[in-house]
């Protein structure tokens, strides 16, 4: 078992004026079109990028083409047009906006493809998730099409305005929710694991993904659940596990993504 989550996370300090940054960042994306909105994501580039992180982890073959009875994966010109443009311009407020691929197949295919890849990348111990988790899984090693997310990549993810972290998790969770924008919604177990995938191959220390990011889009999340994820410090681990929703983590943060719940055609 790792060990307990609280007593491993290191919250990083707020970046001085990050609060003017965001207000300027605000203001560029109201002010932008789409298409200079995706031209500012980069998500052309990024699309790019998550082509050699697919193939990196064994989700294509070597040359990027699905393996047998794999689904094809979308074009660049399909992921793009997957988002509305209220979405990108949500998207176009994210601190760090990553676009991600994520696979329509089982959870457990996607820590099989981390784990491959475990020590080339630095981590010192395979993913970890508890039971529930594993009960809940759609168990299909196939992939049978490709989702696209625009995800709040910073590993110092904000505490919003009206969060009490003082208050339950449950309070907490409904709280975030209602304060998102049309469109917007947090993550779930899939999003959040091929998030850490590619942001570690891209070069991210696992040291500094250690906060503690609430799962409030994923099956798990109930009145009984509050499913979690986090890289343990010192143990080089990335840990899913589910607490108690009726009790303050004050250490806890939320993410925010658009897109991801729909298979592009």
């Known amino acids: 078992m790792p060990s307990t989550p609280d007593r491993n996370l290191h919250v990083a300090p707020e970046a001085p004026?990050?609060?003017?940054?965001?207000?300027?960042?605000?203001?560029?994306?109201?002010?932008?079109?789409?298409q200079e909105i995706i031209e500012t994501l980069k998500l052309n580039e990024q699309y790019e990028a998550r082509l050699e992180g697919l193939k990196?982890?064994?989700?294509?073959?070597?040359?990027?083409?699905?393996?047998?009875?794999?689904?094809?994966?979308?074009?660049?010109?399909s992921v793009i047009n997957s988002f509305s443009p209220d979405e990108l311009q949500v998207a176009g407020k994210y601190k760090e906006p990553v676009l991600v691929l994520i696979p329509k197949s089982s959870f457990s295919s996607m820590v099989v493809a981390m784990n491959d890849k475990r020590d080339e990348l630095g981590l010192?111990?395979?993913?970890?998730?508890?039971?529930?988790?594993?009960?809940?899984?759609?168990?299909?090693?196939?992939?049978?099409g490709w989702m696209a997310a625009i995800i709040e990549g910073t590993s110092q993810l904000v505490i919003n305005s009206n969060d009490d972290v003082n208050q339950a998790l449950s309070f907490r969770t409904k709280n975030n929710r209602q304060c998102r924008q049309p469109g917007e919604r947090g993550v779930d177990r899939?999003?959040?694991?091929?998030?850490?995938?590619?942001?570690?191959?891209?070069?991210?220390?696992?040291?500094?993904?250690?906060?503690?990011?609430v799962l409030d889009?994923?099956?798990?999340?109930?009145?009984?659940?509050?499913?979690?994820?986090?890289?343990?410090?010192?143990?080089?681990r990335i840990t899913f596990v589910n607490?108690?929703?009726?009790?303050?983590?004050?250490?806890?943060r939320f993410r925010s993504s658009v897109g991801g719940s729909n298979v592009i055609d």
């Open 17 to 34: 004026n990050s609060t003017a940054r965001e207000q300027v960042t605000a203001t560029l994306a109201q002010s932008q079109s789409p």
């Open 124 to 144: 010192r111990n395979n993913v970890y998730y508890e039971l529930s988790f594993k009960n809940s899984d759609s168990g299909s090693n196939v992939i049978k």
């Open 56 to 77: 990196f982890f064994g989700f294509t073959n070597p040359d990027g083409t699905p393996k047998q009875n794999d689904a094809t994966l979308p074009s660049g010109e």
């Open 243 to 252: 607490v108690r929703p009726n009790y303050p983590k004050p250490l806890c």
């Open 190 to 213: 899939n999003k959040e694991l091929m998030l850490l995938m590619e942001l570690i191959r891209m070069g991210k220390n696992p040291e500094e993904l250690s906060e503690m990011v």
């Open 217 to 236: 889009d994923d099956t798990e999340c109930t009145h009984e659940n509050a499913p979690l994820a986090f890289v343990i410090k010192n143990v080089g």
